[in-house]
């Protein structure tokens, strides 16, 4: 496959920039108790990192020749870099469930690792393809992050070159110039129709998105050149870049809104914006749900009342109804120079999720397989245990199949198979998305088969090896709940059987005989083949 002279061109200007950013920060204070494991140690996060110097020296490759090898070169060591942070904190929470056991208050902050840690997990290749994205903008190498102050929009690096967005949320002050020129109503917490005393340069409140989008409308023709809209969740990200763990900014700090510039000179965005962390929530375009006519849009960024993990970037649970004002929820604005949108704009989970099978060939060893996703040029394998309702990345490979080994018994497992791209990835990894593993012994009358499903059809097709001298099979649906088979299926010269009612967003589990069962309520599943059937996007 070979990457476009354009994405090859841009490349250079962003990973340049990125060494401008300072050096993690370092800090060593110690307590006796040892529970004060964020600061007293190298964990401690204030600043972006800087880039390593052989990630350096790979950019100037590129530079000199802009190959298909030579971009796949930078992005392993991306994911390299990567690795290595998601390595150091795996043995921090290690470090901190060790020095914390049986400490007051040691449970909670472990939890607030692992959560962080998992997040880390499930929002992987959103990073990388983030990283990679902002890699090829043309606007990095002439953008000066000192400088960000300067200006009322920074661009937005990976988001398409037209696109930049407002330095700071929207304050009082700017939507009180609004309700001067248009006559529009005012937040419900404004007295006779202006800002409390001293808030003009608190970000606005207590405004639903149609009153954001108004306000956008009105930017526009004041303007009379570019134009204004709320960010979709993707280029919020962008322009916000990683939260580092440890950064100051307006969450459990204080009893509500502070100014937008109250951490300006120490808390900066991705490429220079503010406020981005806590104060308020942002609203976005994107859309969480849409049922019983009522819009859940998502919103970013946390605000003083938020727990502070729920104010990281890639925190992508938080929602809001779009007709509602609320206390803790304002918006910031994009700027769409000349109103060309980019030919599209960036939304990172667009890729869907795979009809994955997992069948039992060995006492201990599953292999899964999965149908090819278009567009997908990798797949990463996830491991997810339902006792501790934790994932775990596996590998990743290029193929569409994978083994997996366990111990004998070990049917706590289910697995999650992501596909990637270099700009595009699938948003699935959550437990609904999971097929079961099912290891045991072999019992003598089984045989291994395969399943696919032909969603144009609604159509799946289990398929299994002739065994000699039967010419009957009997197939059974197995409840990997209950634990029980269906009615038998009888199957006669053929080796292989259709079912046209399965539905989207399931799993099923099947067992075939050479036998019929004679105990149907004590099987354990051994040698079976589960498909997941994810819904129809």
Not at 408 to 426: E, L, W
Not at 476 to 494: G, M, P, Q
Request: proline content about 4%.
């Amino acid at each position: 496959m070979q990457v476009s002279k354009r994405i090859a061109g841009f490349l250079l200007a962003l990973l340049l920039a990125f060494a401008l950013l300072p050096a993690t920060a370092m800090a060593a204070e110690t307590e006796d108790d040892g529970m004060n494991m964020f600061e007293n140690s190298d964990f401690i996060e204030k600043e972006q990192p800087e880039l390593t110097e052989e990630t350096k020296q790979l950019i100037s490759l590129y530079q000199r020749n802009p190959t298909e090898e030579n971009y796949l070169n930078l992005r392993e060591i991306v994911i390299d870099n990567y690795n290595a942070v998601l390595v150091r904190k795996e043995a921090k929470l290690a470090e901190l469930k060790e020095e914390t056991a049986g400490k007051p208050g040691g449970e909670e902050k472990v939890a607030e690792m692992e959560e962080i840690v998992q997040e880390m997990y499930m929002t992987y290749w959103n990073r990388i393809n983030s990283s990679m994205l902002r890699f090829t903008d043309t606007r990095l190498l002439k953008w000066k992050i000192d400088d960000a102050y300067k200006y009322d929009y920074i661009p937005v690096m990976g988001a398409g070159n037209s696109i930049y967005v407002k330095r700071t949320p929207v304050t009082n002050a700017e939507y009180a110039e609004y309700i001067s020129a248009t006559g529009a109503k005012a937040p419900s917490n404004w007295i006779d129709g202006t800002y409390p005393a001293g808030e003009e340069e608190y970000p606005l409140n207590f405004v639903t998105c149609e009153d954001a989008l108004d306000f956008c409308e009105w930017l526009t023709a004041e303007d009379g050149v570019n134009v204004y809209r709320l960010p979709n969740e993707s280029e919020w990200e962008l322009a916000a870049g990683h939260m580092p763990k440890d950064v100051d900014f307006n969450c459990g700090v204080n009893d509500g809104r502070t100014s937008v510039e109250e951490y300006a000179d120490v808390t900066r965005g991705a490429h220079g914006a503010v406020d981005f962390w806590g104060n308020v929530w942002e609203w976005t375009t994107t859309v969480r749900s849409d049922s019983d006519g009522i819009t859940i849009l998502g919103v970013k960024g946390g605000s003083w009342n938020s727990a502070r993990t729920d104010c990281r970037t890639e925190h992508r649970k938080e929602g809001r109804a779009a007709a509602s004002a609320y206390e803790d929820v304002g918006f910031r604005v994009i700027q769409v120079l000349g109103g060309e949108e980019p030919e599209q704009k960036v939304e990172l989970a667009t890729l869907n999720a795979p009809v994955v099978t997992a069948n039992s060939v060995s006492e201990n060893t599953v292999l899964l397989s999965w149908q090819p996703v278009k567009d997908a040029v990798e797949y990463q394998i996830f491991e997810y245990c339902e006792n501790t309702k934790l994932v775990l990345m596996l590998d990743r490979t290029a193929g569409t199949s994978f083994t997996v080994e366990a111990a004998v018994g070990s049917n706590a497992y289910r697995y999650i198979v992501q596909p990637i791209s270099y700009t595009a990835i699938c948003d699935n990894i959550s437990p609904e998305y999971s097929v079961k593993a099912i290891f045991g012994k072999k019992p003598a009358e089984t045989v291994n088969a395969s399943a696919t499903y032909d969603s144009e059809c609604k159509r799946l097709t289990l398929v299994w090896d002739p065994v000699a001298g039967t010419d009957t099979y009997y197939v059974y649906k197995f409840n990997i709940d209950t634990k029980r088979l269906s009615k038998v299926k009888t199957v006669t010269d053929a080796t292989e059987c259709t079912y046209r009612k399965e539905e989207s967003g399931k799993e099923y589990c099947f067992i075939i005989s050479t036998k019929e069962l004679s105990n149907k309520q004590r099987y354990d599943g051994a040698f079976s083949v589960a498909i997941f059937i994810p819904k129809a996007q």
